[in-house]
């Protein structure tokens, strides 16, 4: 590990260290870039159905072609052909299409210029553009340079220590909430950011992210992770009752962000240390923490496997199903542990999740991975629609053999040198 302290080695029988596993892993990462370079269209990615192919009437969404331009440029830096184009389209989507020509900034779609802009969305932008620059993709520093003043004018909050949520097109109307969701995929990209522009501000604006949302709050909570609160940073337990399943704000937890979170905070760990900094200690106690609060209120909960998409303040369920990037995120938090700390639970869970997504979310007859099964395993539609997401599934394959590292486009170019 080129980070600044040392680990402790994974067991011998880990499956990180197995070729034969890492191997599996590369088939599995493969099968996703190829299934999903259906969904490039003129202005950039769109969602594809379950068969891997377009709606009729296609529309290139931001949040669809920053994941695709993040998720080739990381193959493209692997030197698998095919990926450096698509990386190409993206950033060329992102610069004119997808972007406001008025105001500035990202809008949700190419079809709707009067929507508004998320800090979700800008998240994702400026991770896409880190990536496609590290991969040397044209025009990717334009991107990066602005989506990084933007952030700057108008997301990031240097009072509150985080990013603001959403404006309306002409960057009035400030949105009267704060969500740990954006923030947390804030976090991701502000370490990609950190390493990708030599630029230690933006790694301490993810520490300020991580302690307000984590230590502050879910520390507080037994490492629940509250999602939704007003400006002020006070947890609105009510928010979206009646919506229990919105993709984006669901009622209650989502257990997968606090396996998502865990990773985070370890990487962060890592990051601060190899740039010389001091890590504080309750980054790795925090990660254990969201860790076992995750299997404890995610994992079987409804007595069948696999870890549930939502649940309500009583740590009971609220939506069973199973999301894809839930089990994705734990996939990534357990290697990471497992990483940091050579305890072999981690490898038992590493391997259960992994059996889980072989058995009941690969999709071996349609391609690519379901977006959400039920409790028995089956495909849904109550949360997820199609296959339009990339992201997780793709980086779940990769993080695992990989240093922890805070920017996987980084690591990987210094690895395929």
């Given at each position: 590990?080129?980070?600044?302290?040392?680990?402790v080695?994974?067991?011998?029988?880990a499956w990180?260290?197995?070729p034969?596993h890492?191997h599996w892993?590369?088939?599995?990462?493969?099968r996703l870039?190829?299934?999903?370079?259906?969904?490039?269209?003129?202005?950039?990615f769109?969602a594809?159905d379950?068969?891997?192919e377009l709606?009729?009437?296609?529309?290139?969404e931001?949040?669809?072609?920053?994941?695709m331009?993040?998720?080739y440029a990381?193959?493209?830096?692997?030197?698998?052909?095919?990926?450096m184009?698509?990386?190409?389209h993206?950033?060329?989507a992102l610069?004119?299409?997808l972007?406001?020509?008025v105001?500035?900034?990202w809008?949700?779609?190419a079809?709707?210029?009067?929507g508004?802009?998320l800090?979700?969305v800008?998240a994702?932008?400026?991770?896409?553009?880190?990536?496609a620059?590290?991969?040397?993709?044209?025009?990717a520093?334009?991107l990066l340079?602005?989506?990084?003043?933007v952030?700057?004018?108008?997301?990031?909050?240097e009072s509150e220590?985080?990013?603001?949520e959403?404006?309306?097109?002409?960057?009035?109307?400030?949105?009267?909430?704060?969500?740990?969701?954006?923030n947390?995929h804030?976090v991701?990209?502000?370490m990609?950011?950190?390493?990708?522009?030599d630029a230690?501000?933006w790694?301490?604006?993810?520490?300020?992210i991580?302690t307000?949302?984590i230590?502050?709050?879910a520390?507080?909570?037994?490492?629940r992770?509250?999602e939704?609160?007003d400006p002020s940073?006070h947890?609105d337990?009510?928010?979206?009752q009646?919506k229990?399943?919105d993709?984006?704000r669901?009622?209650?937890?989502t257990?997968g962000h606090?396996?998502e979170?865990?990773?985070?905070l370890?990487k962060l760990?890592?990051?601060?240390?190899?740039?010389?900094k001091?890590?504080?200690a309750?980054?790795?106690?925090?990660?254990?923490?969201?860790?076992?609060a995750?299997i404890e209120?995610?994992?079987a909960?409804d007595?069948?496997?696999g870890?549930?998409?939502?649940?309500?303040?009583?740590?009971?369920p609220?939506v069973?199903?199973?999301?894809?990037w839930?089990q994705?995120e734990?996939i990534?938090a357990?290697?990471?542990?497992?990483k940091?700390?050579?305890?072999?639970?981690?490898?038992?869970?590493?391997?259960?999740f992994?059996n889980y997504v072989?058995q009941?979310?690969i999709?071996r007859?349609?391609?690519s991975?379901h977006?959400e099964?039920?409790?028995?395993?089956?495909?849904?539609r109550q949360?997820?629609?199609?296959?339009?997401d990339l992201y997780h599934?793709?980086?779940?394959?990769?993080?695992?053999?990989?240093p922890?590292?805070p920017?996987i486009a980084?690591?990987?170019?210094?690895?395929?040198r």
């Amino acid at each position: 590990m080129d980070n600044a302290f040392a680990y402790v080695a994974p067991p011998l029988c880990a499956w990180i260290d197995n070729p034969r596993h890492s191997h599996w892993l590369d088939t599995q990462g493969q099968r996703l870039l190829d299934f999903s370079k259906q969904s490039k269209v003129t202005n950039g990615f769109a969602a594809l159905d379950d068969h891997g192919e377009l709606t009729a009437d296609p529309v290139a969404e931001t949040i669809i072609t920053a994941r695709m331009t993040h998720a080739y440029a990381l193959g493209a830096i692997l030197g698998l052909p095919g990926c450096m184009p698509l990386v190409e389209h993206g950033v060329t989507a992102l610069l004119g299409p997808l972007r406001d020509p008025v105001n500035d900034g990202w809008l949700p779609d190419a079809a709707d210029v009067c929507g508004r802009k998320l800090a979700y969305v800008h998240a994702f932008v400026g991770l896409a553009a880190s990536s496609a620059c590290v991969a040397g993709a044209q025009n990717a520093g334009v991107l990066l340079d602005a989506i990084v003043d933007v952030l700057e004018r108008h997301f990031w909050s240097e009072s509150e220590g985080a990013m603001r949520e959403s404006f309306a097109a002409d960057w009035g109307d400030e949105e009267h909430y704060r969500g740990a969701n954006s923030n947390m995929h804030s976090v991701e990209m502000c370490m990609a950011l950190a390493d990708v522009l030599d630029a230690p501000l933006w790694r301490e604006r993810a520490l300020r992210i991580a302690t307000r949302v984590i230590h502050v709050h879910a520390r507080a909570n037994h490492y629940r992770v509250a999602e939704h609160f007003d400006p002020s940073w006070h947890i609105d337990k009510a928010y979206n009752q009646d919506k229990s399943t919105d993709d984006l704000r669901p009622f209650g937890m989502t257990p997968g962000h606090f396996f998502e979170w865990s990773h985070l905070l370890v990487k962060l760990e890592a990051a601060l240390l190899a740039n010389g900094k001091e890590a504080p200690a309750w980054l790795f106690q925090d990660a254990v923490g969201l860790f076992n609060a995750g299997i404890e209120t995610g994992w079987a909960a409804d007595g069948q496997p696999g870890i549930v998409y939502t649940i309500g303040w009583d740590d009971r369920p609220c939506v069973k199903n199973r999301a894809h990037w839930v089990q994705a995120e734990a996939i990534t938090a357990a290697a990471t542990l497992l990483k940091r700390t050579g305890d072999i639970q981690y490898e038992d869970w590493y391997r259960s999740f992994w059996n889980y997504v072989d058995q009941h979310v690969i999709d071996r007859q349609l391609g690519s991975w379901h977006n959400e099964v039920d409790p028995q395993g089956k495909p849904s539609r109550q949360v997820y629609q199609g296959k339009a997401d990339l992201y997780h599934a793709y980086q779940a394959t990769l993080t695992p053999t990989l240093p922890v590292t805070p920017s996987i486009a980084t690591v990987l170019a210094r690895c395929n040198r």
